[in-house]
C-alpha cells in the first residue's frame, strides 16, 4: 500500500514536471484576441499548453527586467521594432541559434544577434484624397515636404513610435540635418494639428480636411473593410528610391526562459507556413515570411518594394529621432 501511493506520488510529480518542461509562457503585447486563436492552433497541433500574459509594450518590458532571472516568461512577443530593440538593448532576451527561422525571415526584419525575429509587417506608406489628388503627383514621404502641399497635409502625431521609427529610419538615410529640414517641411505643410492615431488622420483625408497623410496599412484595411467606397487611396512611397518604411512585430526567447527549446520551437512555428497568415491575416498585417502571400484584400492593392535597412535601426535612432521631431516643431 505504501509503495502504491509512493508510486503514485513519484508518477505525479513525473507528470507536474514534464508539464512544466512542456508549458511555453509568453508575454504579449499584442492583444489575447490577435494571439489567443494561434496558441490555440498550437497546442491542438503539439499538445504544448501556452500560458501567456498581454500588456503593454512598456509594461510588460519592465516586468521582465523587474522579474529577473524569476520570470516565469520564456518569450515575449512586442510590436515595433523599437520595442524589440529595447528589449534585446536592456538584456531581458537571448540568441537564439535556429536555422529555419534564419531561412524563413529576411535578414533585414530580425535582430542581427539573433535576439528576435520579426513576425510579421506593417508598412507605413502615403494614402491620398481620391477627390482631390492624382497618384501621379506622390512620390515619397520626403516630397510632402514640398510647399506644393502646404495646408494639404494630416500626420499622427510624433509621441507615436510608428512615426518615430519612421523618421530614425529617414536619419539612417539622409543623415539628421536633411532629415530635420524634410519634417520643418511637414510641419510647415500642416493642414491642421496632429492626430492621436492613424484611423483618424485617414478619416479627416476622406472628410477633405487635408489631401495627404502617411499611415500603417492595417489602419486603412480596417476602414475599407467596413466602407469599400472610403475615399482615400493607397500610394507605395520611395518606390523609385528606397522603398516603404516597414516595421514588425515580433518575438524572442527570454534571457532567463526555463523552456528556452519550448519557446524556440513556438517562434519557428510563428514563422512557419501552418501560422503565418493566422498571425498576420486579422490584423490585417503581412506576413514577415516572403513565401507567404497576405491576405486578399491586402493582395489586393498590389506588392511593392520595402525600404531594406535593418528595421533594429529604427529602435537605435529613435531617442535622436524624438529630439529631431521637437525641435523641427513637429507635435
Ligand atoms: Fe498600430
Redesign the pocket.
Known amino acids: 500500500m505504501k509503495l502504491k501511493t509512493l508510486f503514485l506520488s513519484s508518477l505525479l510529480s513525473v507528470c507536474a514536471s514534464q508539464v512544466w518542461a512542456e508549458t511555453v509562457t509568453v508575454y504579449s503585447a499584442r492583444n489575447e484576441q490577435l494571439i489567443k486563436p494561434l496558441f490555440d492552433a498550437y497546442t491542438k497541433e503539439t499538445g504544448v499548453e501556452i500560458r501567456f500574459v498581454t500588456g503593454t509594450e512598456g509594461a510588460l518590458l519592465e516586468r521582465l527586467r523587474a522579474e529577473g532571472s524569476n520570470t516565469p516568461a520564456d518569450m515575449l512577443i512586442t510590436?515595433d521594432a523599437g520595442n524589440l530593440w529595447q528589449a534585446s538593448h536592456q538584456g531581458v532576451l537571448k540568441p537564439v541559434k535556429s536555422a529555419t527561422l534564419e531561412a524563413n525571415i529576411p535578414a533585414h526584419l530580425r535582430d542581427a544577434k539573433n535576439e528576435w525575429f520579426g513576425l510579421s509587417v506593417?508598412a507605413r506608406t502615403l494614402f491620398y484624397s481620391k477627390a482631390k489628388v492624382k497618384p501621379e503627383s506622390l512620390s515619397s514621404y520626403e516630397d510632402l515636404a514640398d510647399p506644393k502641399w502646404k495646408g494639404k497635409l494630416c500626420l499622427r502625431t510624433s509621441k507615436k513610435v510608428?512615426n518615430q521609427s519612421l523618421v530614425a529610419m529617414m536619419i539612417a538615410q539622409h543623415g539628421e540635418a536633411k532629415t530635420e529640414q524634410i519634417v520643418r517641411g511637414w510641419v510647415a505643410n500642416l493642414a491642421t494639428d496632429v492626430f492621436s492615431d492613424?484611423t483618424a488622420m485617414l478619416k479627416a483625408i476622406a472628410a477633405g480636411q487635408c489631401e495627404v497623410g502617411i499611415a500603417?496599412t492595417?489602419?486603412y484595411g480596417r476602414i475599407v473593410d467596413q466602407e469599400p467606397n472610403f475615399p482615400v487611396g493607397i500610394f507605395w512611397a520611395n518606390q523609385k528610391t528606397d522603398g516603404v518604411h516597414v516595421n514588425v512585430s515580433g518575438a524572442g526567447v527570454t534571457r532567463h526562459a526555463k523552456n528556452e527549446k519550448g519557446a524556440i520551437r513556438l517562434i519557428e512555428w510563428l514563422s512557419s507556413d501552418k501560422a503565418q497568415n493566422l498571425y498576420t491575416d486579422k490584423g490585417m498585417e503581412y506576413p514577415a515570411n516572403p513565401k507567404i502571400k497576405p491576405d486578399a484584400l491586402i493582395a489586393g492593392w498590389g506588392t511593392f518594394k520595402s525600404n531594406l535597412i535593418n528595421v533594429a535601426k529604427a529602435g537605435e535612432l529613435q531617442a535622436q529621432a524624438t529630439k529631431l521631431m521637437d525641435r523641427a516643431g513637429y507635435k
Do not use: A, L
Open positions: 510590436v506593417r510608428y492613424d500603417n492595417y489602419y
